[in-house]
């Protein structure tokens, strides 16, 4: 799978800053408490950012921290312009924005505009009547013909929720449902009204001035509803052994998603000196699809978080968990590498705070294969051409947690997926099973600073319990070991700062059907670079499988220099060639 040549020139005109930058996800309250709450907050993210500034990366994204009564741990808002109380102050955001800018870093902010809280003032005015100026800000809608408010199929849509269960919650007081695609507490907007749309181009506005240096947008190609002339939305397809069925096909990159992005861009970045970052979550986007949203003639956002390589391991739903095969996951990369390369940009990533930990997942946690698993699959996903993204920890190897019982568990998806799918019969054990493998509460254990009670994380008592392995994965053990996860990371976001192949290189895949080798070139102005990556336990002998890597220049490796012509378990190789 080749690519086109980069549109980015390599004269005047330089290519955009983060074709070249590596971007941190923080999820504050899991990264640093200095308050002893339990709880991570701005003030604990100041104090480690030596540790961001020590690993090389130039963006900081910072995973909500406005004020939410919590129940999808801040991913339902309920003041857009401050910062919960939870995590700090205005005061101590402004100080983060200051120290970042004084460190050559940026912060991007998350963006959650799909919905807000039902604590939100804008869904409290708007539920209070039928006749509320705001009742339109929010997708209100009366039974389904035949039915009465709070009969069985009632529901406007027969929808099924992300976190289980109808996308309806009857307002008693009304009589009329108001849609939810995620928790009934995440009530969404109505991007319809213009009314809606604009104040929230006013808040980002607000944001940019006070120094912010753009967003990640979560959910956002969700924002465009497919409605019908009598304002009616549609049914979807049934979804096998469940009584609801998939909206996916009316709020998956709806109609005006394209006219929306692209007012926002007028509205909100256009003409601003900065250099500002967006990035546009979009689950279920296809590589045809992103090339229009990335399109920098369009206007409309820099990148997406695509969710195709995160789905390959899933059979009908994340809870039914099948092993990934190689090949599947060549082709999806290849396909987005090429899609992307005359016209737009990747994004690259194992790990975020949806996503249970890479090196279980993807690589192999095992005592022997740990370390030289995350190393590899760093790199191998480094090398790509996009803009990596590291979640806090990946840097260090972290892991999943060894989950024993449901009450070790936080997550309203998973809380919710248990509840459901016991109650339809599914053996406790098994939802048990599937929640160790695939719950978000992985991602969200604290991040392991040291080998003390609580890794270093808090004073307190965490929020989510300290993975057991911290006595020996964490920050203090790795930062002066030039074998550790932590010092190769380094070494990766150096080498993607100082080498324009990295940052700008055409793709090209090479030995797409094996199932353990992962090997690829990156060609830019005569320069190749050789990427070769076993992703398993098996030895190969490489002068046969890829005779030119006997005579390239080893630049990065992840084990200690061996015999050439041999691969180990999880060695990654990056070699250029003659």
């Given amino acids: 799978m080749d690519s086109a040549p980069s549109p980015f020139p390599t004269g005047a005109e330089p290519a955009p800053w983060w074709t070249r930058a590596v971007v941190y996800q923080v999820y504050p309250r899991s990264f640093m408490d200095s308050d002893g709450d339990g709880v991570g907050d701005l003030g604990g993210i100041l104090q480690r950012l030596d540790h961001l500034t020590d690993l090389g990366v130039d963006v900081l994204w910072l995973s909500p921290v406005y004020p939410s009564p919590q129940a999808d741990n801040g991913y339902d808002i309920s003041d857009y312009r401050d910062i919960d109380p939870l995590f700090g102050s205005l005061a101590q955001l402004d100080e983060l924005i200051a120290a970042l800018h004084a460190r050559g ?15 939100h003032p804008w869904f409290e005015e708007s539920r209070a ?3 509320s100026p705001k009742r339109d800000w929010y997708w209100w809608r009366p039974p389904r013909p035949g039915f009465a408010a709070g009969d069985p199929g009632a529901e406007p849509t027969n929808w099924q929720s992300f976190f289980s269960g109808p996308t309806w919650t009857l307002d008693e007081a009304s009589g009329e449902y108001y849609l939810h695609l995620f928790d009934r507490r995440q009530p969404d907007l109505n991007w319809e009204n213009p009314e809606v749309r604009h104040a929230v181009y006013d808040m980002m506005r607000w944001w940019l001035d006070r120094g912010v240096d753009g967003f990640r947008m979560d959910v956002i190609n969700m924002i465009s509803k497919d409605v019908a002339p009598d304002g009616s939305l549609h049914d979807g397809p049934p979804i096998p052994g469940s009584a609801l069925g998939s909206g996916y096909a009316s709020f998956i990159c709806g109609p005006r998603i394209h006219e929306f992005l692209q007012e926002m861009h007028r509205e909100v970045f256009a003409g601003r000196p900065e250099a500002l970052l967006t990035v546009g979550e979009m689950p279920g986007v296809t590589v045809e699809q992103a090339r229009l949203f990335t399109d920098p003639a369009r206007a409309e956002v820099d990148m997406v978080f695509q969710f195709e390589h995160v789905g390959l391991d899933h059979g009908t739903s994340k809870w039914e968990v099948h092993p990934l095969r190689m090949r599947d996951l060549k082709a999806s990369f290849g396909r987005w590498q090429t899609g992307l390369a005359e016209v737009g940009w990747n994004s690259l990533y194992w790990d975020n705070h949806d996503q249970p930990r890479a090196v279980s997942r993807f690589g192999d946690d095992s ?28 840097e260090l190897g972290m892991a999943n947690y060894p989950f024993r019982s449901l009450e070790e568990f936080a997550d309203v998806e998973s809380l919710n997926h248990h509840v459901h799918a016991v109650s339809a019969g599914h053996d406790p054990a098994d939802v048990l099973a599937a929640l160790r493998t695939s719950s978000r509460d992985n991602a969200r254990t604290p991040v392991q600073w040291d080998d003390s009670p609580h ?19 964490n920050a203090a053990a790795q930062r002066d070991d030039p074998t550790s996860v932590l010092a190769h990371y380094r070494r990766l976001i150096a080498l993607r700062h100082e080498d324009p192949v990295v940052a700008l290189g055409d793709f090209h895949l090479l030995l797409p059907e094996h ?3 992962y090997a690829f070139t990156r060609s830019r102005d005569g320069g190749t670079l050789l990427v070769v990556c076993n992703v398993g336990r098996t030895t190969y002998r490489l002068s046969s499988l890829l005779p030119e890597v006997v005579d390239a220049e080893l630049v990065l490796g992840n084990l200690p220099e061996d015999d050439p012509a041999v691969l180990r378990p999880w060695e990654a190789r990056v070699l250029r060639l003659p």
């Fill in 367 to 394: 005592p022997e294969f740990r370390r030289d698993s995350a190393t590899c699959l760093a790199t191998l996903l480094h090398l790509h051409r996009g803009t990596p993204y590291v979640y806090q920890g990946q």
């Fill in 455 to 473: 890794a270093g994380f808090t004073t307190g008592r965490p929020w989510l319990a300290v993975n057991p392995d911290h006595v020996e994965w």
């Fill in 129 to 131: 009547s039928r006749t």
């Fill in 105 to 119: 870093m940026k912060l991007v902010m998350d963006l959650v505009v799909n919905h807000t809280s039902d604590a």
């Fill in 515 to 517: 199932d353990e080798v």
